[in-house]
């Protein structure tokens, strides 16, 4: 065996153990063949982000404390939590058509106001056929799930 000090052998320790440590971060890479899965979606609201309120054209829906509510009120019984949610997890696909100025006038102006912004986010959604788009952040989008229906509040 190798004759070192007290001092040599606690300097081999510690480099015999970043060198393991540097080994198994890379190690996933390895293991998985260095492949990334990117998703191709982009989402309407940060991930993590809390809704304070949503305005629509004629309704405004309000978080009040851990429920909700909507102002003026619905004529029928609308799950508010699960349209939150649905805002907070609808997924988008990059458009690559443009629309006409007619699509365009007919479009839904959405605000989406929330926690830590100064600013709400504003989003404007169209129809064009059997698919609907949304434009925000000088982008526009195609809605793929949900449906446009489970993100509004009707009339």
Not at 29 to 54: F, K, M, R, V
Not at 113 to 125: D, I, L, M, R, T
Request: net charge negative.
């Amino acid at each position: 065996m190798i004759k070192l000090s007290q001092r040599a052998w606690n300097n081999v320790l510690i480099v015999s153990m970043l060198m393991l440590i540097t080994m198994f971060n890379f190690s996933a890479n390895w293991l998985n063949g260095d492949t990334e899965q990117q998703s191709t979606y982009a989402t309407l609201l940060p991930a993590g982000s809390t809704i304070t309120t949503i305005v629509f054209e004629h309704k405004t829906l309000e978080r009040i404390g851990q429920g909700w509510r909507v102002n003026p009120s619905l004529s029928r019984d609308v799950n508010l939590e699960q349209l939150a949610n649905h805002w907070l997890h609808a997924e988008l696909q990059l458009a690559a058509t443009s629309l006409s100025s007619e699509t365009m006038a007919a479009a839904m102006f959405v605000q989406v106001w929330v926690v830590g912004q100064k600013a709400p986010f504003a989003y404007q959604f169209f129809h064009l056929s059997d698919r609907y788009f949304v434009e925000f952040e000088q982008q526009l989008y195609q809605l793929y799930q949900p449906s446009y229906q489970m993100l509004i509040l009707d009339q």
